[in-house]
């Protein structure tokens, strides 16, 4: 009797001590395609243009003034700029609790606005639920989709510029529940709390997105627009983790 009820008490509560643990993620892949050779390089090398996932440390994105992004709406005119140039990575958003985070170091001439960090829910216009980026002086901007979060909920709490050069501790903390078709997400800078989205909607269209049909996706890397020379992005150290049994809270905690 004893050993039944000891294989009872293991089969119901070991599922939930595994959503309760954190395990890495690390399958990522090509968005659209490759600039050039040197516009990618994966933990030290080039990177040729792939359909299948691979694994990283760190990672380098590289565009030069002029370079195009590969996706087909690219090449149109955007924010009253003729083109987007774009070099970017993505991978698939697990359902749960789910942390983002990676020493960046960014290099080269500034652009009229460019991305860092992004999740997409594969709808196919306007802003996507979360993207943080910079502006042509470096400072730290974002953008959610329009009229679809409150100020309350969407806000910055620390304005900040980059320095070029300077490497800085990025984190992006994310409460995803397939279930509530919501997302939230809080982003630290070197460990400070700087900008929250909160309960921001996730489309319920079904567009196909490299995932599948409305499945939500994390993408880092260049894109951007009004270029003005070369820039580089280094991602270093990076890791993606995830438990089922989310933890999220909507404080300032790390």
Not at 7 to 34: H, V
Not at 177 to 185: G, R
């Amino acid at each position: 009797m004893k050993i039944l009820i000891s294989f009872l008490l293991i089969y119901f509560l070991t599922p939930l001590s595994f959503a309760d643990e954190w395990k890495q993620t690390n399958k990522w892949r090509i968005s659209c395609g490759i600039v050039d050779k040197d516009s990618l390089i994966v933990n030290g090398k080039q990177k040729k243009f792939t359909k299948n996932e691979f694994k990283i440390a760190d990672v380098v994105f590289k565009l030069d003034k002029g370079d195009v992004g590969s996706c087909k709406t690219d090449k149109k005119p955007s924010g009253g700029f003729p083109y987007s140039g774009r070099q970017e990575i993505t991978t698939k958003l697990p359902v749960g609790h789910t942390i983002f985070e990676t020493d960046i170091l960014i290099e080269g001439a500034p652009s009229a606005r460019t991305t860092i960090f992004q999740i997409h829910d594969s709808r196919n216009k306007g802003a996507p639920p979360s993207w943080i980026g910079l502006n042509g002086g470096w400072k730290i901007i974002h953008k959610f989709p329009k009229d679809q979060c409150s100020p309350q909920n969407c806000k910055m709490h620390k304005f900040k510029t980059l320095e070029i050069g300077k490497t800085y501790r990025f984190k992006a903390e994310i409460d995803y529940q397939k279930k509530s078709k919501f997302l939230s997400v809080k982003y630290f800078l070197n460990d400070e709390f700087i900008l929250q989205h909160f309960d921001v909607p996730l489309s319920m269209k079904k567009y196909d997105g490299p995932y599948g049909l409305g499945k939500p996706y994390i993408k880092i890397g260049i894109y951007r627009i009004g270029d003005t020379g070369t820039t580089t992005y280094h991602y270093k150290n990076l890791l993606v983790k995830n438990k089922k049994k989310s933890s999220f809270t909507k404080g300032d905690d790390i």
